[in-house]
């Protein structure tokens, strides 16, 4: 009589031990297992979309512009939702404020004429 082999979950429990679990079809791993790595991947996938603004200091105009456009493309992407960006844009505004407190930001000729287009878009 012939047996079926069933593939076992690669998971290793230790450095020798396997699991013993069947694994599930068309994977390598039990049910357990693979769930266990689905959530590690999320983790990581999250902690790596969390990670891109912090790699970029705010130092200057041409910074937060720069984030600006990061946070439109994740936007437009689906990588992030509205409620994120929302929070993200404000804390760009904060950011660019304080650059122009402190003489970062966008020089006085050019925050003139931008304050004149947000007035005229604002009229019209
Ligand atoms: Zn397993």
């Known amino acids: 009589m012939k047996t079926a082999t069933v593939p076992l979950c690669q998971h ?6 396997r699991c013993a679990s069947p694994a599930m079809r068309l994977t390598q791993y039990c049910y357990s297992h693979h769930r266990e ?3 590690q991947r999320r983790k990581i996938a999250e902690r790596t979309r969390q990670r891109w603004l912090e790699s970029a200091p705010l130092k200057d105009a041409a ?4 984030a600006l456009m990061q946070v439109i493309t994740r936007l437009l992407s689906g990588n992030i939702g509205h ?7 404000d ?3 904060t950011a660019s404020l304080n650059l122009n407190s402190a003489g970062r930001g966008p020089r006085k000729k050019e925050r003139k004429k931008n ?3 947000k007035a005229d878009d ?3």
């Open 83 to 89: 409620k994120q960006a929302g929070q993200i844009l």
């Open 122 to 124: 604002e009229s019209s």
């Open 63 to 66: 910074s937060v512009q720069r």
């Open 37 to 39: 790595r689905s959530r």
């Open 12 to 17: 290793w429990m230790d450095n020798t031990t």
């Open 115 to 117: 304050e004149r287009r």
């Open 91 to 93: 804390k760009l505004q």
